[in-house]
């Protein structure tokens, strides 16, 4: 059974910091891509930074400088450092893992930027 479970959600400051983890199961970690992606009512999921199996990153314009992906295979772990957080960082954000064939979602959790 394959299970992604995210923690580290919470309610923070404007300016905070905030580490989010994901911790995978199930599946051979090392072998699949590593995303975080985001969703804020009413609109659509969107990617904010992935790292792939070999390493590299990509992350998205409006989070670049303030987040930061990392992955510890040793761990089936997958991190998101999350600094300068802003208003508009609130959202519900998911872990997911992605392969060529295979492609899984974790049950999101919560952060909400608000003084």
């Known amino acids: 059974q394959v299970q992604l479970v995210e923690s580290g959600g919470g309610l923070v400051q404007p300016g905070g910091s905030l580490r989010l983890s994901c911790a995978v199961s199930?599946?051979?970690?090392?072998?699949?891509?590593m995303g975080w992606y985001r969703q804020a009512p009413g609109k659509q999921r969107e990617l904010v930074a992935v790292?792939?199996?070999?390493?590299?990153?990509n992350v998205a314009g409006s989070v670049s400088g303030r987040f930061t992906i990392s992955r510890d295979n040793a761990k089936n772990t997958v991190y998101l450092q999350m600094n300068s957080l802003k208003p508009e960082d609130t959202a519900v954000y998911y872990c997911?893992?992605?392969?060529?064939?295979?492609?899984?979602w974790g049950q999101g959790t919560q952060v909400t930027v608000s003084s």
């Open positions: 199930g599946i051979t970690f090392s072998s699949f891509d």
């Open positions: 790292v792939s199996s070999s390493g590299r990153i």
């Open positions: 997911n893992a992605k392969s060529v064939f295979w492609n899984y």
